[in-house]
């Protein structure tokens, strides 16, 4: 049995999901061997919901392979129609690594620009701000203004 156990309708919304996915590991004749394991837990790492198809015509072994596989990567299942079967574990989650030199990047920003003329609609317009700019009420970019350097002899001073 394995450890995630879900609710009939999230079931549903992945199966959904996995309706248009195509399958990204094949078991063939040799069965689940070492590699196709691997190929399995790297495919559930990448994308956490897969497709598998399985070449083997006894559904019962389709079955026991589906059971097996949610025990050993803790993963649900979803589907087993035919020879698909559907897995699904949940994303990790990915550590960001804070970088205290980076600065602010571009951005986009939507400008609403308002017509002189009563009942027209005011003209939307995206902008891209850099990271040394900034946007004005009027809807202008203008460029940030930059530090003035101070001289040698003034640091020192301070």
């Known amino acids: 049995m ?27 004749g040799d069965g689940l061997t070492a590699n196709v394991k691997k190929e399995i837990d790297a495919a559930l790492g990448a994308h956490s919901l897969i497709k598998i198809r399985i070449f083997s015509d006894d559904r019962a072994a389709r079955e026991a392979m589906l059971a097996s596989l949610a025990d050993e990567f803790n993963a649900a299942p979803i589907q087993h129609i035919g020879k698909l079967i559907v897995l699904w574990r949940p994303a990790a989650a990915k550590e960001k690594a804070l970088d205290e030199d980076r600065k602010a990047g571009p951005r986009d920003v939507k400008v609403l620009k308002f017509s002189k003329r ?39 001073q301070t």
Request: aromatic fraction near 0%; charge should be positive; avoid cysteine.
């Open 2 to 28: 394995p450890l995630i156990q879900l609710t009939p309708a999230e079931r549903k919304v992945h199966r959904a999901e996995a309706h248009h996915l195509d399958p990204v590991v094949m078991v063939g």
């Open 118 to 156: 009563p009942g027209q609609r005011p003209e939307v317009k995206t902008l891209r701000v850099l990271g040394n700019q900034r946007l004005t009420p009027g809807g202008n970019i203008k460029r940030a203004k930059p530090k003035p350097q101070t001289s040698v002899k003034k640091r020192s």
